[in-house]
């Protein structure tokens, strides 16, 4: 199947949503792979522009760099955009869809991130996650829409 940059940007808006739907409902381990996958999506559509090639790789911070979607953001959200990524990577790798609720919060364990949270650690993490990609995404829709303007 063949994705033109919106189908990966519908994908993205999409994938968000269901990653709070998933929250809401108390699947975390779920919500935070879709709101990673959001994501890998926004940095897809603007890779795809240039380069319609599909890229397997899940690798966000390399997909970054290659969507060249850092050429078209504003300077001031240009220093924000890296730690909003980091807070999603560093919660998020693609093999988690594997990962079960317990797998993934022994994995956060090890990670250190639940370090300071009283209550699940996942939630809280869950919540980092959503609230960053729902920024990345804010941030790459509203320099698409004023491409197109």
Sequence with gaps: MRF?????????YERIDAAR??????????????AGVAVE??????????????ESRHDLRKLLKESGMTDFIRQKDMIRLPALLGEVWSRWKNNYRFASYGRLTSEFRRLKLDRGIRGDALKLNSEIVIR?????INL?????????N
């Design 21 to 34: 739907k998933l929250h809401n409902e108390r699947h975390y381990p779920e919500a935070i792979y879709f």
């Design 132 to 136: 960053n990609a729902i920024e990345i």
């Design 140 to 148: 790459g829709v509203r320099r698409w829409n004023s491409e197109k």
């Design 4 to 12: 033109r940059p919106e189908h990966y940007l519908e994908a993205a």
């Design 41 to 54: 999506c926004l940095l897809l559509a603007y890779r795809t522009r240039e380069n319609s090639d599909f």
